[in-house]
């Protein structure tokens, strides 16, 4: 799952005493493993190394510049969905051939930053954005790939509405029957060249079925375009990938690519570039949170931990409902967890509501959660932080947004430093007449 496991009590993120780290680093701080963070990326690297694919690590589910170097100096791409995340791409020192841009509001300079870098495929999401993208690309007097964005009708039925698109009715892609149209009418453009098939039905997901589903249909479209002339080069699954919230939760990536790969061998041979985009389930168990207990307060019969950390640093449980496993970072011996669930049944624990400093009914991290006995000043950890927390965080409040700390063994490194109330001043300081 990851390297963050408790030694006689204590939490240690591989060979770190996260106590001891946050003596140093001060709370509430984001940490990573980069024994985690490799582990799974070569896990999946090696799951699918029958069909050779581009792996194009999403930035938007953990984007600091240092974990993606990380990945990029493993050999992954980068899949990117704005014109920030392509320049932290860039800084990461991704190839560009192995990127894609995702995302259905792309902005003319965005796609002109694109084209520059030569990224390997824009998604297309629209007909208003191919139009859009091949007159660009030919007022520069380049060329592009495009990889029609096409949604299966298919989705898991443990993926949060929030989070599925997959089905006909989404902001995102084309149907099938439109993407049919789609390429006889952009189909032969010399400067937007589509040339590959882009899915991606939801995240998590929970088996591989639904991938199997829609790879199957995707297929079936590109056997009846390359009949009609088109050349389809590339085959992107997309993402989605799920991460073990609780122990065990999620299918080892050797799981998924067993029922996925059959499917791909005969595209893959017959010269075809598979490309996957997996972020959660490289990234969510490679990060905690860790907060500081400030104060416990009774409501009623209802106890409250009100902690320094909340729906601004980590929104996922107010957002999406979302389970994150939260456990103090030093226990008594029969509080050491053997697995991380949402029903512990250790004796001694309480029933508590974890919950922020923000004025917001909704900042909470968790309800009605079975937790041992707490104080003031005592640590807690909220575990498979790493996809969609920092990233997805805010300045709500005005509150500085939290430092990240890369473990590597014994060391560690900060590789983003905490915000101090002059940085959330800084771009009002000044005014100018526009």
């Not at 993208?133 to 007097?141: L, P």
């Not at 495009?146 to 443990?158: E, I, Q, S, T």
């Not at 996925?260 to 490679?286: D, V, W, Y």
Request: aromatic residues 8%; neutral net charge.
């Amino acid at each position: 799952m990851d390297a963050f496991n408790y030694r006689n009590g204590q939490l240690f993120a591989e060979d770190v005493n996260i106590d001891d780290l946050a003596q140093r680093v001060g709370t509430p701080m984001y940490v990573y493993s980069r024994k985690t963070l490799e582990g799974h990326y070569d896990r999946l690297a090696q799951a699918f190394a029958e069909v050779d694919p581009i792996i194009c690590y999403s930035i938007k589910s953990c984007g600091n510049i240092h974990l993606c170097k990380l990945l990029a100096d493993r050999g992954a791409g980068m899949d990117v969905v704005s014109g920030g995340e392509l320049y932290r791409a860039q800084l990461a020192g991704a190839s560009m051939s192995k990127v894609v841009y995702a995302g259905v509001g792309k902005t003319d300079a965005e796609i002109r930053q694109a084209i520059e870098a030569k990224i390997g495929w824009f998604n297309i999401e629209s007909e208003a954005e191919f139009e859009n993208i091949a007159a660009i690309a030919k007022q520069m007097g380049a060329k592009a790939n495009g990889a029609l964005r096409v949604n299966p009708d298919v989705a898991d039925p443990k993926t949060h509405a929030k989070t599925a698109t997959g089905k006909k009715e989404t902001k995102f892609g084309v149907d099938i029957e439109r993407a049919r149209r789609f390429f006889e009418h952009y189909g032969r453009d010399k400067h937007l060249r589509l040339n590959a098939i882009h899915l991606h039905i939801g995240s998590p997901i929970y088996s591989a079925e639904p991938y199997v589903l829609a790879i199957t249909k995707a297929l079936e479209l590109i056997d009846e375009l390359r009949k009609q002339g088109h050349e389809i080069t590339a085959l992107d699954i997309g993402g989605g990938f799920a991460a073990d919230y609780e122990s065990s939760a999620a299918p080892e990536a050797a799981t998924y690519a067993k029922d996925i790969i059959p499917l791909l061998h005969p595209f893959k041979k017959a010269g075809g570039t598979i490309i996957l985009e997996p972020g959660r389930t490289i990234a969510a168990n490679s990060g905690v949170l860790i907060g500081r207990v400030q104060y416990i307060k009774m409501g009623g019969s209802k106890k409250f931990v009100i902690v320094d950390t909340g729906m601004h640093h980590l929104i996922r449980p107010t957002l999406y409902d979302a389970f994150h496993f939260i456990w103090p970072t030093k226990v008594a011996p029969m509080h050491v967890p053997t697995g991380r669930s949402k029903t512990m049944t250790q004796q001694g624990l309480e029933t508590s509501d974890i919950v922020g400093p923000i004025c917001e009914s909704g900042d909470f991290l968790a309800k009605d959660r079975p937790l041992p006995p707490v104080a003031r000043g005592d640590l807690l950890c909220v575990f498979t932080a790493g996809a969609y927390g920092m990233v997805m965080s805010s300045n709500y409040n005005a509150v500085p947004r939290p430092p990240e700390v890369l473990v590597d063994g014994s060391k560690a490194t900060l590789i983003r430093k905490r915000e101090v109330y002059e940085d959330l001043v800084a771009a009002e300081r000044t005014t100018t007449a526009v």
